[in-house]
């Protein structure tokens, strides 16, 4: 007598949202801006290798920010009603990134907000590709050195990779550790800008 055996279900129970949306903005005339303000902006080291990143102030550099600012705080407050709640979402800070041959950004989150972002303004070939790190990528790579996993899917990858496109807009949630591979493009520089936003 054989045995009938039912096919179990999988449930997916946890799971981590990036949001991502294209922009229709004029990126030369903010490229220009963002030049200005390379030229004259005073240089910080948080979570960059090498690179300028330098803090934009929206009363300061508000002319060529408005709009980007508003279609950022429109989309977020999409994005978070999906997994927060339905609260307006505003911009709370802003930052200019450059990254030349080379430069990266190390892996890091952003405290004291809801969400974080970033638009990109030049992404040249091989520019380095922002990669979201699983939250718990320790207890997964303990358990990755013991398997041999053929396929890589939501479930079980150590990270999740994006490339940078012009004009594109990517959220997620504060909390989600990611890093900026390096430039590899010897001729171009990776202009975007970040931001963090709160409810």
Known sequence: MSQYIKSGETYEIFSVPVYKVELNLDVNSI?????????TGA????????GFQTGLNIKEHGKFLNQLTKDVEKNATIFASEFINSNPQKVKSLWLNINKYKDSNLSHLHTGCDLSGCFYLKTPENCGAIVFQHPAIDLLSLYDDTQNIEYRNSWNSLSWEFEPKENWLYLFPAWLKHYVKPNENKNQDRISIAMNLKA
């Open 31 to 39: 490229i220009k801006s963002c030049l200005n303000v390379y030229e």
């Open 43 to 50: 240089n910080r080291k948080i979570s960059n290798l090498g």
